[in-house]
């Protein structure tokens, strides 16, 4: 993960549960490791981030570069038809004494989020932005990438991908 915050979390939680997890902040642009392994997953549309389709291909690249020839690769994004189509352009929420404020766009074939965090009288603004990336677009990273995709579905149950589905989840082996 690149939020050293989140990072932290992560290991406070792993070790109350007694768990001992290799936890790194790094850019997926960059290798981790030189081991090799059978598998490799990118979940929960941790991906699409950069704003350039050459970035994105490093990203890929460099996620796969420990795969084993025939390893296998998984893939879980978001479907842009579905994000369109169900955009929420602004939503507001309180959690306790906390005001939540977002509001969504889309532009330049992102989606992109403004999030306010308003606490009395101090406020935190975040921005996120993720390219609405289709299967063709990942077919074509994928085949540069060296890489064949098996099946595609649309939810974590196995359901076809449809443009309501709700994810779009690749699966996919290293050719060489």
């Given at each position: 993960?690149?939020?050293a915050r989140s990072i932290q979390q992560a290991i406070t939680r792993a070790e109350e549960a007694g768990l001992t997890i290799d936890f790194r902040r790094a850019d997926m642009r960059?290798?981790?490791t030189d081991k090799i392994f059978d598998g490799v997953l990118n979940l929960f549309t941790a991906f699409g981030y950069f704003e350039?389709?050459?970035?994105n291909q490093i990203a890929i690249d460099s996620m796969i570069s420990p795969l084993k020839a025939g390893g296998f690769f998984v893939q879980d994004?978001?479907?842009?038809?579905?994000?369109i189509s169900d955009l929420v352009p602004q939503d507001y929420r309180?959690?306790?004494n906390a005001h939540v404020s977002q509001k969504r766009w889309i532009e330049n074939n992102r989606i992109r989020k403004e999030i306010v965090f308003s606490y009395g009288d101090q406020s935190h603004t975040f921005n996120e932005s993720v390219a609405l990336l289709r299967q063709e677009d990942f077919e074509e990273m994928y085949k540069k990438a060296g890489l064949e995709i098996t099946h595609i579905v649309g939810s974590y149950l196995g359901e076809p991908l449809t443009p309501a589905s709700n994810r779009m989840i690749l699966f996919s082996k290293k050719l060489a």
């Open positions: 993960d690149l939020s960059i290798p981790l350039s389709m050459e970035d994004f978001l479907n842009a038809d579905k994000v309180e959690i306790g």
